[in-house]
C-alpha cells in the first residue's frame, strides 16, 4: 500500500536544517501533517519517486530561503523547487499552492529563486522561530478558508516582474510602452531603477509636535513609538526599528533618501496636536519608490480610545499596503495597553526617560514614571514590562543589596505583565534580562526570549538580544539569523551592527566578525566593542598584529585592555600583558572576574583560571552567559572546576 502524502512539503537546503526542523514541529503541534525529508544519504530511485510523488500530491509547498541556499547555486532543493512550480502551471492562479519561507536577511529581489517565487509575498521566520498567527495562516490555507498568499505588486519598481501567463502574451506594442516606461525611469528618474526595497516594509518617522508646547514632545515621540510598534506587530510588514527612523528627526532630509538609508519601500508621517485629553492627529503614507502619495487621514480622539485608535491607524495603513490586518493581529495591538488617559501620558513619559537614559538617574526617572502608570491602572502590563526593563538596567549600575532590590522587582514585574498579559512579547523579554543578569538560569533565559521571537518576529530589539543570547547558547545559526534580522529592521542602530559583529565573534566566524566590526568602526569610528571585537576575532584567526592594531585604537576601553592582555601574552610581550592586566584590575576591579579568567586561561595558568572563575560565579558576573561557546576559555574545558560551573548554569543542551 503506498504511503499517504502529507500536507505540507518543507523544502530546504541541509544548512538550514535546524531552522527547517523548528518550523515543521510547530506545523506538527497545530495538527498538520508536514513532510520534511531528513535523510541524510538523498538518492536512489525509490528515494527520489517518494520525493516527487509528495510534491505532487501535497497541498502546500514551502520553500525555505537564506543565505544558504544563494550560496548553494547547485542542490536536490532546487529540484524540488523546479518540480513545484512546474506544477503550479496547470493551477489557477487564485490557488494557494507555493508559500515562500525566509529565514534570515536575505532579501527577495536578489535572491536566486524561480521567478514563481517573486511573484509572491514570503514570509520571515527568523531562524525558523515560528509564531502561532503563521500555524493559524496555513491552517487556513489549507482548509481554504483565507485567501492565497498575496502577490507582489507589480510596477512598483523598475524591476518588477511579469507573471509566468502574461509573460507569454505580451504583444510587441506592449513590449514598446513598456520601454518607454523604463527610459523615463531610467533617464527621468535614475534612482527608481537601483532602489527595490521589499513591497510591504515601511518606516515610521517620527510624528511632529503641533500642540505649541515643546514640553508636550514626549507625547508626539511617544505615541510615534507606539504606532510604529503596533505596525511591527503585523507579520506581513516589515517595520523599520524605533532607533533608525528616529535618527531622522529634526533634519531637513527628503524621503527619498529616508527610505533608502532605510530600505523601505513606504513612509509614514504626521503631526500630533494635543488639547487636554483630547488629540487630533494627521497621517500620511507616502509611496518611496515613486513619490506618489498612497493614503493619508486625520483622527479626532479622546486619550481614552488611544487603543482604538493605534488599531485604526495600523489597519489603514496595511489596507494601503495591500495586507490584510487578521483580528488577531488588531487584538495583539491593543494587548497590555490602557483606556486611561493619565496612564497612558505617564507611561509615555516613562518611554522618553527610559529611551534616552544613559546613567542611574535617568532610569531612575523611567522607573518613577512607569510606578504613577502603574498607580493610575494596575492592569497595565506594559508599563510592568517596562519598569521590569528599566529596573534591569538599574541594578547593572548598582551593588550590594540596592542592586539587589531592583533586581527582585524586575522579575516581580516582568511576571505580573505575563499574569496580565500572557502573550506579551515585552513581558517576556524583561523576564529573560532577569534569568540573565540575575540568576544565570540560561536555560529559562533561552525559554523566554524564544518565546518573545515567536510573539513580536518583527521587534528589532527582541531579535537582537535574543539573536545574541542564542549564539551564547551554542544556537549559532539561528541566533546569526536573528541578529542579521536586527540589523535589516535597525540599519543605523550602532547598537544593532554591535550585536551582529559581537555574535559573528562568538560563533567563531571570524573573518566575517572582522569584516563586520570593520564596517561598523567606518560609521563609528568611536566604536569601542568595535575595536575590541575587530581585534578579537584577528586573535582567533592567528593575527596577532592586526589584534594588536585594532585594539590599540582605543587604549583607554576595559575591553581593549581585555584583547590587550591576550594579544601581547602570545606575541611575547609578558611584561606588556601584565600591564594590561593591571590596567584593568584597576579601572574594574572584580567585576571583570570572568575577563581575568580567560586571560589566566590563555596564558595556560589553569589554577589561577579556576581561581578567577569561582569568583565569577560567586559574584553571578555578567560574563559568564558566554562560558559554553567562549574559545579563550576552550583550554579548562576538561577541566572538573570548570564543567561543575557548566552544569550549575544551566546551560541548554
Not at 531562524?127 to 502561532?132: D, H, K, L, M, S
Not at 482604538?308 to 488588531?330: I, M, N, P, Y
Not at 516613562?350 to 502603574?374: C, M, N, P, V, W
Request: charge should be neutral; hydrophobic fraction near 40%.
Amino acid at each position: 500500500m503506498p504511503e499517504a502524502s502529507h500536507a505540507v512539503f518543507l523544502s530546504y537546503a541541509s544548512q538550514d536544517a535546524e531552522a527547517a526542523q523548528k518550523i515543521a514541529e510547530a506545523l506538527r503541534a497545530g495538527g498538520i501533517e508536514v513532510f520534511l525529508d531528513q535523510s541524510e544519504l538523498r538518492g536512489g530511485d525509490a528515494w527520489d519517486k517518494k520525493i516527487r510523488r509528495e510534491i505532487h500530491d501535497c497541498a502546500l509547498f514551502i520553500p525555505i530561503v537564506s543565505q544558504h541556499t544563494q550560496e548553494r547555486l547547485e542542490g536536490y532543493f532546487r529540484r524540488e523547487w523546479k518540480l513545484a512550480t512546474d506544477r503550479t502551471h496547470d493551477m489557477a492562479e487564485e490557488k494557494a499552492f507555493l508559500v515562500p519561507i525566509v529565514v534570515d536577511g536575505t532579501g527577495d529581489q536578489e535572491a536566486f529563486v524561480p521567478e514563481e517565487f517573486r511573484e509572491l509575498q514570503w514570509t520571515r521566520l527568523p531562524g525558523g522561530v515560528t509564531p502561532p498567527e503563521f500555524v493559524t495562516r496555513v491552517k487556513k490555507l489549507l482548509s481554504g478558508e483565507s485567501s492565497p498568499v498575496p502577490r507582489m505588486p507589480r510596477g512598483s519598481s523598475a524591476g518588477a516582474r511579469t507573471s509566468r501567463r502574461s509573460s507569454r502574451l505580451v504583444p510587441a506594442v506592449l513590449a514598446v510602452v513598456l520601454a518607454s516606461v523604463a527610459a523615463y525611469v531610467l533617464i527621468e528618474k535614475p534612482w527608481s531603477a537601483k532602489f527595490a526595497p521589499p513591497a510591504h516594509s515601511v518606516a515610521v518617522l517620527p510624528f511632529v509636535n503641533m500642540s505649541g508646547d515643546k514640553e508636550q514632545e514626549y507625547f508626539s515621540d511617544g505615541l510615534t513609538e507606539e504606532l510604529l510598534n503596533s505596525l511591527a506587530k503585523i507579520n506581513e510588514l516589515q517595520v523599520a526599528a524605533r532607533t533608525s527612523a528616529f535618527s531622522f528627526k529634526g533634519t531637513n532630509t527628503d524621503i527619498g533618501t529616508i527610505a533608502r538609508k532605510l530600505n523601505v519601500a513606504s513612509v509614514l508621517e504626521g503631526s500630533v496636536r494635543r488639547s487636554g485629553n483630547t488629540v487630533r492627529i494627521t497621517t500620511q503614507l507616502i509611496n518611496a519608490v515613486t513619490g506618489f502619495h498612497q493614503w493619508s487621514e486625520t483622527y479626532d480622539r479622546d486619550l481614552g480610545d488611544v487603543l482604538k485608535l493605534e488599531t485604526e491607524v495600523a489597519g489603514s495603513v496595511a489596507s494601503a499596503l495591500k495586507v490584510t490586518l487578521l483580528g488577531d493581529e488588531a487584538a495583539r495591538i491593543e494587548l497590555g495597553g490602557t483606556r486611561s488617559p493619565a496612564a497612558f501620558d505617564a507611561y509615555l513619559k516613562g518611554l522618553k526617560a527610559y529611551s534616552s537614559a544613559h546613567e542611574a538617574s535617568g532610569y531612575q526617572s523611567a522607573i518613577a514614571a512607569y510606578t504613577e502608570a502603574i498607580r493610575l491602572d494596575p492592569n497595565y502590563a506594559l508599563a510592568f514590562a517596562y519598569r521590569s526593563g528599566a529596573s534591569i538596567y538599574r541594578a547593572e549600575l548598582g551593588t550590594g543589596p540596592a542592586r539587589r532590590e531592583f533586581l527582585d522587582r524586575a522579575q516581580a514585574d516582568a511576571r505580573e505583565a505575563i499574569r496580565l498579559a500572557p502573550e506579551l512579547a515585552e513581558a517576556h523579554l524583561a523576564l529573560a534580562g532577569y534569568f540573565v543578569v540575575a540568576s544565570g538560569d540560561f536555560t529559562h533565559a533561552s525559554e523566554e526570549y524564544e518565546r518573545a521571537m515567536a510573539l513580536a518576529p518583527g521587534n528589532a530589539l527582541v531579535l537582537g538580544e535574543g539573536g545574541r543570547l542564542a549564539v551564547f547558547m551554542g544556537h549559532f545559526d539561528a541566533g546569526l539569523a536573528a541578529a542579521r534580522r536586527a540589523v535589516a529592521l535597525d540599519p543605523l542602530n550602532m547598537r544593532s551592527r554591535s550585536q551582529l559583529g559581537q555574535a559573528l565573534y562568538w560563533a567563531r566566524q571570524y573573518q566575517e566578525a572582522v569584516t563586520v566590526n570593520g564596517q561598523l568602526i567606518s560609521l563609528d569610528p568611536e566604536s569601542r566593542s568595535a575595536h575590541a571585537y575587530r581585534g578579537l576575532s584577528y586573535y582567533g584567526l592567528g593575527d596577532l598584529q592586526d589584534a594588536r592594531v585594532s585594539c590599540e585604537a582605543k587604549p583607554d576601553s576595559w575591553l581593549s585592555q581585555w584583547c590587550l592582555a591576550v594579544t601581547y601574552d602570545k606575541l611575547g610581550r609578558s611584561a606588556d600583558a601584565q600591564a594590561q592586566l593591571k590596567k584593568l584590575k584597576a579601572g574594574v576591579s572584580d567585576s571583570a572576574a570572568y575577563q581575568y579568567a580567560t586571560i589566566y586561561a590563555q596564558r595556560g595558568d589553569t589554577a589561577t583560571a579556576l581561581e578567577w572563575l569561582d569568583t565569577a560565579m560567586r559574584v553571578r558576573d555578567s560574563g559568564l552567559v558566554q562560558l559554553k561557546i567562549d574559545p579563550l576559555m576552550d583550554p579548562l574545558r576538561k577541566e572538573p572546576r570548570f564543567q561543575a560551573a557548566m552544569r550549575e548554569l544551566k546551560f541548554p543542551q
